[in-house]
């Protein structure tokens, strides 16, 4: 029986943040090259859902997804 993927809480300074920087912020990209890539190419899943929105709005509950990784944004 596999346990399901743990959650990390990641403290933004605010109610919002893009997810560019969020996955950079989060440590799970190290370059905002990279990052831009990433989410372009659809590695990035936002709630579930692969989001190619650099730009897009995160906010407290949003869950990050990267190679396994699921990061959830908190205040």
Same mark, same amino acid.
């Given at each position: 029986?596999?346990q399901p993927p743990r959650i990390e809480d990641v403290a933004i300074g605010g109610d919002s943040i893009r997810l560019g920087q969020f996955v ?7 370059? /905002?090259?990279?990052?831009? *890539?990433? !989410? !372009?190419? /659809?590695?990035?899943? #936002?709630? /579930? *859902? ?13 869950? !990050?997804?990267? *190679? /396994?990784?699921? #990061?959830? #944004?908190?205040?």
């Amino acid at each position: 029986m596999t346990q399901p993927p743990r959650i990390e809480d990641v403290a933004i300074g605010g109610d919002s943040i893009r997810l560019g920087q969020f996955v950079k912020f989060a440590g799970l990209l190290d370059s /905002g090259g990279d990052v831009k *890539e990433a !989410i !372009i190419d /659809g590695f990035v899943t #936002v709630n /579930g *859902e692969v989001d190619r929105r650099r730009g897009r709005q995160l906010q407290l509950g949003d869950v !990050i997804g990267f *190679e /396994g990784h699921l #990061v959830r #944004v908190c205040a």
